[in-house]
C-alpha cells in the first residue's frame, strides 16, 4: 500500500509539472543579427552604452548639473519609490510561505433566569499554514521578483532618459548661444552698412530704396536676435523642469569647447537584452505573465490549509473550571473548486493572452531600440560628413561677400548683391552651429540607445 501511495504521488507531480504549475521562465537569448539593420556592422563586444557618463560629458558645468538632477528630479525620485514598493510586495509572496499567527483571546458572561452569573474565557494563540503542493505560492513569488526586477529596470530607464536629457537641453542652449552670437555680430554688420549706405545716399552716390532695403534686413536681424533669446529662456525653463527648480539663468560653457570621443562601437545586437532598461523591463513583463499564468493554471487543484490552536480557558464541557485548563486543536482543510470551472477558464485564457501580449511587446520594444541606434548612429555620421563641406561653404561666402561689399563701394554693383552675399553667409553659419548640435545631440542619442547611464 505504500508503494501504491508513493507512484500515485509521483504519478500526480509528473502530471502537474506537465501542466505548467511547476516550470520556469526562460530568458531570451537571441536577438536579430541585422538588429541595428544591414548597413550597420556590428561584430565588436565593446558598447559604447557601457561608459560612464562622466567620461562622456566631461564639461564640468553639465556633469554638476546631471548630479544636481540625480538629486532632485522629480520622476526618477518616484522610480526609485516604486523600487521599494516592488521590493515590499516580493517580502510579502516571501512571507506567505511562512504559517501565520493571531492572537484571539475571548469573554463571556453569561446568566440564566436570573441566576449567578458565570464568567468563561479562553485566550488561544492560532495558526494557519498553507502547504504550497500545487505552486500557487511559488508562482506568486516569482512573479514579484519579476516585477521587482521590471521596477529596477524602470529606474534605470528614467536614469538615463533624465541624464540624456539634462545634456540635450544644455547643448540646446550651447548651440542658441552661439546662433545668437552669430546673429549679434551680423546685426551690428548690418548697422554698420546701412550706416555707410545713408552716407552715400547723402552723398548723391547712392539711391533711397537701396537704403530702405538694407534698413529692412537690419530690422529682421533684429527680430531672429530676439527670438533666439526667448528660445534660450524656454531651454533654460527645460533645465529648470530637470532639475526640479524655478525658473532661472544657467551659467555654461561654449559649443567649440566641448570634447567627445571619436569611437562609436554599438556592441553585438544580442547585448541590447542586458544594456537597454526598457527591453529588459518588457522581458519582465513578459516573465510576471509568464507566471500568471501558471498561478491560473494553480487555482483549477485543491488548496491544503493546516490549521490550530494553543492557550488557556476556563471552560470545558458543561462545567466551569477554575483555575484554567490547557486547550489544543488542530485541524486539516482541504478546499477543491467545484463550481466554478468556467470563471476558472476565463482566467485562464486572460493570462494565456496577456502573455501573448506582453510577448508582442517585448519584440516591439527590442525592435524599437535596433531602429533608434540606427536613427543615431545615421544621424551622427551625416552630421560628420555634412561638417567639412559647410565649413567649406562658409570660407567661400566670406571671400564672396568681402569681394561684393568692395565691388559696391566703387559702385561697379548693386546692394543687392551685398545683401545677398551677407544673408546667405549668416545662414551658413547658422547652420554650422545647428549642425554641430545635431552631431552632438546624435551621440547623446546613440548613447541613451544603448542603455547608458547605468548606475
Known amino acids: 500500500m505504500k508503494k501504491v501511495n508513493i507512484l500515485i504521488i509521483s504519478a500526480t507531480a509528473f502530471a502537474l509539472s506537465g501542466c505548467g504549475i511547476y516550470s520556469k521562465y526562460q530568458p531570451e537569448t537571441e536577438v536579430p543579427a541585422d538588429l541595428y539593420g544591414q548597413t550597420v556592422q556590428a561584430t565588436d563586444t565593446t558598447n559604447f552604452g557601457r561608459t560612464d557618463w562622466r567620461e562622456l560629458f566631461t564639461d564640468p558645468i553639465l556633469q554638476s548639473l546631471i548630479e544636481k538632477g540625480l538629486e532632485n528630479n522629480t520622476d526618477y525620485l518616484s522610480a526609485q519609490l516604486r523600487v521599494k514598493e516592488a521590493e515590499a510586495t516580493l517580502l510579502s509572496s516571501k512571507l506567505a510561505y511562512l504559517p501565520s499567527f493571531a492572537l484571539a483571546p475571548q469573554g463571556n458572561i453569561s446568566s440564566f433566569d436570573g441566576g449567578d452569573a458565570s464568567k468563561t474565557y479562553s485566550v488561544p494563540v492560532t495558526a494557519s499554514w498553507e502547504i504550497d503542493i500545487f505552486g500557487r505560492m511559488r508562482n506568486a513569488k516569482r512573479q514579484a521578483q519579476a516585477l521587482y526586477a521590471q521596477s529596477e529596470d524602470y529606474k534605470q530607464a528614467v536614469r538615463t532618459q533624465l541624464i540624456a536629457g539634462i545634456a540635450n537641453t544644455y547643448y540646446t542652449l550651447l548651440m542658441l548661444d552661439e546662433q545668437l552670437a552669430l546673429t549679434l555680430e551680423t546685426e551690428q554688420a548690418w548697422a554698420e552698412t546701412v ?13 533711397e530704396a537701396g537704403v530702405s532695403q538694407m534698413e529692412a534686413t537690419y530690422y529682421s536681424v533684429q527680430t531672429s536676435a530676439l527670438d533666439l533669446k526667448e528660445q534660450i529662456n524656454q531651454a533654460e525653463n527645460s533645465l529648470a523642469l530637470l532639475l526640479a527648480e524655478t525658473p532661472r539663468r544657467y551659467e555654461r560653457g561654449t559649443l567649440a569647447e566641448q570634447t567627445f570621443p571619436d569611437d562609436f562601437s554599438v556592441g553585438i545586437p544580442l547585448q541590447m537584452l542586458s544594456c537597454r532598461p526598457d527591453v529588459r523591463s518588457a522581458e519582465r513583463s513578459l516573465e510576471a ?15 491544503i490549509t493546516l490549521s490550530g490552536s494553543a492557550g488557556w480557558t476556563n471552560s470545558a464541557g458543561a462545567m466551569i473550571v477554575n483555575p484554567g485548563k490547557a486547550l489544543l486543536s488542530a485541524i486539516g482543510s482541504l478546499t477543491q473548486p467545484l463550481f466554478n470551472r468556467g470563471q476558472l477558464l476565463g482566467q485562464l485564457k486572460i493570462a494565456k493572452a496577456q502573455q501573448e501580449e506582453a510577448a508582442l511587446a517585448f519584440q516591439q520594444a527590442l525592435l524599437n531600440a535596433g531602429s533608434e541606434v540606427n536613427n543615431a548612429l545615421t544621424a551622427y555620421q551625416t552630421s560628420r560628413d555634412k561638417k567639412e563641406l ?3 561653404q562658409i570660407e567661400s561666402l566670406e571671400k564672396a561677400l568681402k569681394s561684393t561689399t568692395a565691388l559696391m563701394q566703387y559702385g561697379t554693383t548693386n546692394y543687392l548683391e551685398v545683401l545677398t552675399a551677407r544673408q546667405t553667409l549668416l545662414n551658413a553659419q547658422l547652420t554650422k552651429a545647428a549642425n554641430s548640435f545635431i552631431e552632438i545631440q546624435s551621440m547623446i542619442n546613440l548613447y541613451q540607445a544603448l542603455g547608458g547611464g547605468q548606475e
Open 195 to 207: 550706416k555707410a549706405a545713408k552716407a552715400l545716399m547723402n552723398a548723391g552716390q547712392y539711391n
Open 289 to 303: 505573465a509568464f507566471y500568471n499564468t501558471n498561478m491560473a493554471r494553480s487555482s483549477f487543484y485543491p488548496s
Open 390 to 392: 559647410i565649413d567649406r
